[in-house]
């Protein structure tokens, strides 16, 4: 891994935050992001991503036809995974090792990302001891890019009746990560579904109603 060159900083930056947004849309499902989903996970302007989007294909890194689908080619995977590590480990250690709770992690290790070095980094995974994934269930990729992520079906496609442990919650809302700790609903929790309409979850010796966007926030383990 190679030490960043302050002259390239900001446009690095951009490049590493658009190359992570296209790997993480596709992490948990099969469906491709388009320039529309990207621009609007960015919180940018569309025609803005559609500029970058070519200026990433010029570069090698994403393959794109005009109007369509964005993929990353093996060099864009290589550099999401790479951020991707980052983020997640830097997750981890503010969680482990400074008392932060896991609905606010994301927006310092955004931060942070772009900014520590590759050898405080490698300190920092040794140091935690080389976890596989971060507070919220997400795989962390090893230094050579290998991810292990486990078989896992999201809540709200569950059938009535299953069983299975928390496997993944996503962070995109922090507002539904603290009402899922409040509600025993994290990692490794042991829950059954026991109706679909309405979806009632049954977390311990509690049935929990929740919405649709809660149902689209949970991945349950299927072995």
């Known amino acids: 891994m190679s030490g960043r060159h302050p002259g390239s900083a900001v446009t690095g930056r951009v490049v ?19 320039p529309s989903a990207l621009a609007e996970r960015l919180g940018l302007a569309a025609s803005s991503v559609t500029e970058m989007v070519n200026k990433l294909a010029a570069q090698g890194l994403v393959s794109h036809v005009r109007y369509g689908t964005i993929t990353l080619t093996p060099a864009g995977r290589t550099l999401a995974l790479r951020m991707v590590r980052r983020h997640r480990l830097i997750e981890t250690w503010l969680v482990e090792s400074f008392g932060y709770s896991w609905d606010e992690v994301h927006d310092e290790a955004e931060v942070l990302e772009h900014t ?46 299953f069983v299975g ?16 700790a409040s509600e025993r609903i994290v990692l490794d929790a042991r829950v059954q ?3 679909s309409r309405p979806l009632m979850l049954r977390v311990g010796d509690i049935d929990i109603q929740l919405g649709e966007e809660a149902a689209a926030s949970i991945w349950l383990s299927l072995g």
């Not at 190359?19 to 388009?34: N, S």
């Open 116 to 161: 520590l070095s590759d050898r405080l980094l490698e300190a920092i995974d040794e140091q935690l001891g080389h976890p596989v994934h971060d507070p919220h269930g997400d795989a962390i990729p090893s230094a050579d890019g290998v991810v292990m992520r486990p078989a896992a079906v999201m809540l709200r496609d569950a059938a009535e009746g």
């Open 165 to 180: 442990t928390v496997v993944r919650i996503s962070d995109h809302s922090s507002t539904l990560l603290r009402y899922f």
């Open 16 to 34: 590493e935050d658009y190359v992570k947004t296209i790997y993480t849309h596709t992490e948990w499902q099969e469906e491709p992001i388009g």
């Open 193 to 195: 579904v026991i109706s």
